[in-house]
Structure formats: C-alpha cells, structure tokens
C-alpha cells in the first residue's frame, strides 16, 4: 500500500513563504511522477505543480509560476512545494499524488495515490 504524508502548512500572513513536504512510503518512489493539488473552500481542487520522475521536468500552474517550486528527493522519498510570496488566495488545503505514468500531467484522474492534505491559511 502507498501512503503519502503531507506536512508544513500553516498559517501566515501574506508575503510569506512556506515549505510543504510530502513523504512517500509502500512504493518505489522514482517510478511516481508527482504532483502536488490544491482546493480552496467551496472550489473545486486544482493542480498547483508537478515534477517529473527524475526531477529534470518541473511544471507550474499560471496562478503560482514564478512563486512556488516544486523539487523533489528521491533517496528522501520526498517531494516539496517551496511557496514564496503567499497571496490569500492561495488559502487551500494542498494535496501530494503520486501518478504511476511516465509523462507529466495535470489531470487529477492520472494520479493513483493521494495524501490528506495540509491546510495552508494566508492572510492580508
């Protein structure tokens, strides 16, 4: 079984960074491409960012390009979402998938595996 752990949310005014980190176990973490989602209150869930297995490919969403970072570590089992200069709009609860695929995508239906979330609260 794949178990995906979020952690590093919070609350924070905006301006702020935050780091989130989502630890993968049960599986060969390089064989996942991986995502990381995001659903605001009362929205829908959107994908945010997405890396490659490898880490060579990395993706981003309009709304977060030049702000957030995706990376990865595969000997960490371990993909992160570097938030730089937070907006509250980008208050949501962010998700981490693992897709068994080899291309990169952004459909949530790709995605085998999913975390619990971690609540990030920005606010003005």
């Known amino acids: 079984q794949v178990n995906l752990v979020e952690s590093g949310g919070g609350s924070v005014r905006a301006g702020a960074s935050l780091r989130l980190s989502c630890v993968v176990s049960?599986?060969?973490?390089?064989?996942?491409?991986m995502g990381w989602f995001r659903q605001a209150p009362g929205k829908e869930r959107v994908w945010v960012a997405a890396?490659?297995?490898?880490?060579?490919?990395?993706y981003a969403a309009n709304s977060v390009k030049g702000r957030f970072t995706i990376a990865r570590d595969n000997a960490k089992n371990s993909v992160y979402l570097q938030m730089n200069s937070l907006k509250p709009e980008d208050t949501a609860l962010y998700y981490c998938?693992?897709?068994?695929?080899?291309?990169?995508?952004?459909?949530?239906?790709?995605?085998?595996?999913w975390g619990q979330g971690t609540q990030v609260t920005v606010s003005s």
């Open positions: 049960g599986g060969t973490f390089s064989d996942y491409v």
């Open positions: 998938a693992a897709d068994h695929g080899v291309r990169v995508s952004t459909a949530q239906y790709e995605y085998d595996h």
């Open positions: 890396i490659s297995r490898s880490g060579g490919g990395t």
